[in-house]
């Protein structure tokens, strides 16, 4: 078995996706490839097996999207001197993140965070991003994304410096 990561298209059966939160996987069936493909509002990855029978069927995906933050909610991040920092601060969004439940606990949804640091690292060589913000939808995402040198922002918001992240992330 050899997973990989691709963007999501309509040959992948989304309809068979289980994270244990209804609401991820209704996203991913109803509203993932509107929101990637017309609307572009998301860019939706998913993590498959190259095994032909399984390879339709995602085991895990996310969301990536261009973001900012005002000063108001850069809190603990650390940005020194926030007065000479753009208001609001460039950033991209990983809205969402979810392993199918038959995979979680085996470093997957860490690789997948690793794999979406990796995508905006490339981005940045066109536009500039200063902060990654993810979107916690409970405490248990959010003590994940703690877990791996995000810091909160708001009630469901949690955040780190780009040029942090690659080496704490390394780490797991
Ligand atoms: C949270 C989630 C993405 C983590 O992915 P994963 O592949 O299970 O995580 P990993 O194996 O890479 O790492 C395990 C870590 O996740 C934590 N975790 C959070 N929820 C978990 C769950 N339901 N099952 C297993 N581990 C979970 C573990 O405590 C562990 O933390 P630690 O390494 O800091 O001690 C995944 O469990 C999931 O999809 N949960 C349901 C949806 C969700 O909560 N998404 C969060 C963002 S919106």
């Given at each position: 078995m050899s997973l990989f990561v691709t963007r999501l298209d309509a040959?992948?059966?989304?309809?068979?996706?289980?994270?244990?939160?209804p609401e991820l996987d209704e996203w991913l069936r109803r509203h993932a490839r509107t929101n990637d493909r017309r609307y572009s509002t998301a860019r939706v990855w998913v993590l498959c097996d190259d095994d032909i029978a399984a390879g339709a069927v995602p085991i895990a995906y996310y969301t990536l999207s261009t973001h900012a933050v005002v000063h108001a909610d850069v809190g603990q991040v650390g940005l020194p001197q926030?007065?000479?920092?753009?208001?609001p601060v460039p950033a991209v969004l990983l809205g969402r993140l979810a392993v199918a439940k038959s995979h979680q606990g085996r470093g997957l949804g860490t690789r997948l965070l690793r794999d979406a640091v990796e995508k905006v690292l490339a981005m940045q060589r066109h536009g500039a991003v200063v902060l990654f913000v993810v979107h916690a939808i409970d405490e248990q995402a959010a003590d994940f994304y703690s877990a791996r040198g995000f810091t909160r922002l708001t009630d469901v918001r949690l955040a780190a410096r780009m040029k942090d992240l690659a080496a704490n992330l390394s780490g797991h």
């Open positions: 040959d992948h059966e989304r309809d068979r996706f289980d994270s244990g939160r926030l007065r000479q920092w753009p208001d």
